[in-house]
């Protein structure tokens, strides 16, 4: 939705307080200060500000600042941005003709399905576009340009001078990249010429272009191998979602042979940068490394399951309860939850002393989001049962309820406890935070749990969740559609996969 949007009730501005609104918004910020230069972003913001302080103020008059400061036309930019839905995919291609090396570009409306695409005759973006090019040799630099056109051609150099061009320069603008296969390529293999941020990018959009099929299984997967020896722990983290979604529902739904497999290439590909690093941390060791060690206990234990790597999860954790400073705190999280999934009635119990006890918030949170971690089937009942009452605060019961619908083994049985719980339930969720435990009902996946989540809501309706319960009907056909798509490439990966490591 537009981040300008009518309101015309107390329900809809509750509703409209949402990630497209605080996040669109300051993305499109964001991008105006990428393409306009930090020096003369921040002079046209201290001209706003002392021309309307102690007064009001319209986010024209700091379009108009900008514009004075700048010599560029802001507002007509920034307004496509903030008064339509949607935003653009822009497609990127190098070519080489007679010596100079160009960057052919072509926009259209992106659309996260091809289910969904259509040709709707809407104008173009004014995109403000900020190339990185890498030369042969030096530094990297940045091009800047305007595509107001549905496509343009920008001059980078000469050919035998530029390497390659990446299309979202430290990823401030607000659209999708779809680089070229060579273009792809050679940004992988020179990645860490890239800025951090850029190669978390990198992630994020080969993930968007195959959800949307505009790319294959294996171009992702392509990049997740060459992030075997990432060092930027943020890149490492951008591969989470991608990597669960195919563990779980592809791999998952798609059988156990494909399931275990799949896990054991992920753990095959991350286990070795974990072993590398240890568990332990060094003195003086940078908190760019922690992170790093964190990520990887992430992939490898928390989404690859690896069975050496949970077994000394559960023994850190042993160590960890005795003496906090045992272990990393980066590292805790994941360890409580890893540990959690094949814990006992008794572990059970140790957390929730240890939710009482807990000297900060944050360490009682890591314990009582964990509870969602168990699989005992009586265990996972215990911990519904306790959203009921006051052993969960009323701010956690949505995120709590949000976890275990995202769990493989607890989800059914979470869904089948909202369904006949609600009335109780439904005080204990305040209203603003509805819409997280609505968002968090794809998980179920098929079908027929669309249907129950569709016919449940019209019965019993929320209303500050309305945008929220249709976005989840349209994520439940989004991800079905792209499970039916990508379950033949990645039943055909790990086949190869084990026929490779059967050969070594």
């Not at 273009?183 to 272009?209: F, K, Y």
């Not at 722990?233 to 497999?261: H, I, M, N």
């Not at 006051?390 to 995120?399: G, K, M, N, S, Y």
Request: with cysteine.
């Amino acid at each position: 939705h537009p981040i300008y949007t009518t309101v015309r009730s107390p329900e809809e501005a509750t509703e409209n307080f949402d990630a497209i609104t605080y996040e669109k918004g300051a993305s499109v910020v964001r991008m105006l200060e990428r393409w306009l230069g930090a020096s003369t972003f921040r002079k046209g913001v201290r001209r706003y500000i002392r021309r309307h302080q102690e007064a009001n103020a319209r986010a024209q008059d700091l379009w108009q600042a900008l514009e004075e400061v700048s010599g560029r036309p802001v507002a007509p930019v920034v307004r496509s941005w903030i008064e339509r839905p949607g935003f653009p995919l822009v497609e990127a291609t190098r070519i080489d003709r007679a010596g100079e090396a160009r960057l052919e570009v072509r926009q259209e409306r992106f659309f996260a399905s091809p289910r969904l695409a259509v040709s709707d005759g809407e104008p173009p973006w004014p995109i403000p576009l900020v190339v990185r090019v890498r030369p042969t040799r030096g530094r990297t630099r940045l091009v800047r340009d305007l595509l107001e056109d549905r496509q343009a051609s920008i001059p980078l150099g000469s050919s035998s001078e530029v390497r390659w061009a990446y299309s979202n320069a430290d990823e401030g603008g607000f659209y999708r990249v779809l680089h070229d296969g060579d273009s792809l390529e050679a940004l992988i293999s020179d990645r860490t010429r890239l800025a951090p941020v850029e190669r978390v990018g990198l992630v994020g959009h080969q993930w968007a272009a195959l959800r949307a099929n505009r790319a294959k299984l294996p171009d992702l997967l392509g990049v997740v191998s060459a992030y075997r020896e990432e060092e930027e722990p943020e890149a490492l983290e951008a591969l989470l979602g991608p990597l669960g979604f195919l563990k779980d529902p592809v791999a998952w739904v798609e059988g156990g042979v494909v399931d275990s497999r799949f896990r054991e290439w992920l753990a095959g590909t991350f286990r070795p940068g974990f072993r590398d690093l240890g568990w332990t941390s060094r003195r003086g060791e940078p908190d760019r490394v922690r992170l790093r060690r964190a990520a990887l206990l992430r992939i490898v234990g928390g989404v690859a399951e690896d069975v050496e790597i949970t077994g000394e999860a559960e023994e850190a954790l042993r160590r960890y309860l005795k003496e906090r400073r045992t272990l990393d705190p980066n590292l805790a999280g994941s360890v409580v939850e890893i540990a959690a999934r094949h814990g006992s009635e008794r572990l059970y119990a140790s957390y929730l002393r240890q939710m009482k006890r807990a000297a900060t918030p944050q360490e009682r949170l890591r314990f009582e989001m964990a509870l969602g971690a168990f699989r005992d089937p009586a265990l996972v009942q215990r911990t519904l049962e306790l959203t009921l009452t006051d052993e969960i605060p009323t701010q956690d019961v949505a995120l709590l309820l949000g976890r275990m619908l995202g769990a493989c083994h607890p989800r059914e049985a979470t869904w089948e406890f909202i369904q006949k719980r609600w009335e109780e339930l439904a005080p204990r969720i305040p209203s603003g935070l509805a819409s997280r435990l609505v968002l968090a009902l794809p998980a179920l996946h098929t079908r027929a749990y669309r249907r129950e989540v569709a016919a449940f809501f019209r019965a019993y309706p929320v209303p500050t969740a309305r945008r929220a319960l249709r976005q989840s009907l349209e994520r439940f056909d989004l991800d079905h559609e792209l499970r039916r798509r990508v379950g033949p490439a990645l039943r055909r990966f790990v086949r190869e996969a084990s026929v490779r490591a059967a050969t070594l």
